[in-house]
């Protein structure tokens, strides 16, 4: 998997509700942001159909479905995602999902395993009924992942640097520039952080869809990965 350009490390959570926002936001950040991300609330609103006419149009599309199921469906969501040209679909890092996810996966297609939600907590984990901390199941999830034949891993920007030792691609959401709020997200770094932790990518969604302007905003994070590069 390629990160040659900074522009490639830089993908777009494209988390809106309809399609002409997801459309003023491409048109935006058009030559700054490399892979665009249609996750699940744009995917309830026209969203795939959009993933699929942005990946013929050469874009580079990561479908964040998340996906969870018995091995039969998820192999079928693999296949069928795999037909839109996406060049990314996520599934959750169990090991089943990600088993059945890379049997299916067609050409072309990296199938990322999502670790442990940025925006849980060691007490989220409590309350979801998990003994473990956060950090020891990122750990064991990375494992899996890498296991079970995933290309790509995502994780928080500083699980990030056991994640590389895995030998895949990793991509961290969770990441601020300092004047950035982080909203719902606990495991927050800037881009820099990720990418000296060993980030290839970093996803980012609000602070460029809801600033006044997008571009500048992308711009603010492609600049900053940049300067990550020029230090490692
Ligand atoms: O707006 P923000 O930058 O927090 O968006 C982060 C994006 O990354 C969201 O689309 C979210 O669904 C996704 N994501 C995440 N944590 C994960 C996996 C995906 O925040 N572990």
């Given at each position: 998997?390629?990160?040659?350009?900074?522009?490639?490390?830089?993908?777009?959570?494209?988390?809106?509700?309809?399609?002409?926002?997801?459309?003023?936001?491409?048109?935006a950040?058009?030559?700054?942001?490399?892979v665009?991300?249609v996750?699940?609330?744009?995917?309830?609103?026209?969203?795939?159909?959009?993933?699929?006419e942005?990946?013929?149009?050469?874009?580079a599309?990561?479908?964040?479905?998340?996906?969870?199921d018995i091995?039969?469906?998820?192999?079928?969501?693999?296949?069928?995602?795999?037909?839109?040209?996406?060049?990314?679909?996520t599934?959750?890092?169990?090991?089943?999902?990600v088993?059945a996810?890379?049997?299916?996966r067609?050409e072309?297609?990296?199938?990322v395993?999502?670790?442990?939600?940025t925006?849980l907590?060691?007490?989220?984990l409590?309350?979801?009924?998990?003994?473990?901390?956060v950090?020891?199941?990122?750990?064991?999830?990375?494992?899996?992942?890498a296991?079970?034949g995933?290309?790509?891993?995502?994780?928080?920007?500083?699980?990030?640097?056991?994640?590389k030792r895995?030998g895949?691609?990793v991509?961290t959401?969770?990441?601020?520039?300092?004047?950035?709020?982080?909203?719902?997200?606990?495991?927050?770094a800037?881009p820099?952080q990720?990418?000296l932790?060993?980030?290839?990518?970093?996803?980012?969604?609000?602070p460029?869809?809801?600033a006044?302007?997008?571009?500048e905003?992308?711009s603010?994070?492609?600049?900053?990965?940049?300067?990550?590069?020029?230090?490692l």
């Open positions: 998997m390629k990160f040659a350009a900074a522009e490639d490390r830089l993908i777009l959570a494209l988390d809106v509700a309809d399609r002409a926002a997801a459309e003023r936001l491409v048109e950040t058009d030559g700054i942001v490399g665009y991300k996750g699940l609330e744009f995917a309830m609103a026209g969203g795939i159909d959009f993933a699929g942005l990946a013929r149009s050469g874009r599309v990561f479908l964040d479905m998340k996906l969870l091995p039969n469906t998820v192999a079928g969501a693999t296949r069928t995602a795999g037909a839109l040209g996406v060049k990314y679909l599934v959750h890092a169990y090991p089943q999902a088993r996810a890379a049997s299916a067609p072309g297609l990296a199938v395993a999502v670790t442990v939600l925006s907590a060691d007490t989220d409590t309350e979801a009924g998990y003994h473990t901390k950090d020891a199941l990122v750990s064991e999830r990375i494992a899996a992942a296991a079970s995933a290309d790509a891993i995502v994780c928080a920007p500083f699980e990030a640097t056991e994640a895995s895949l691609a991509i959401p969770g990441v601020r520039l300092a004047e950035d709020p982080s909203g719902d997200q606990k495991r927050v800037t820099q990720a990418i932790a060993g980030a290839d990518a970093i996803v980012v969604g609000r460029i869809n809801a006044p302007d997008p571009r905003a992308a603010r994070y492609r600049d900053a990965i940049v300067e990550a590069l020029g230090a």
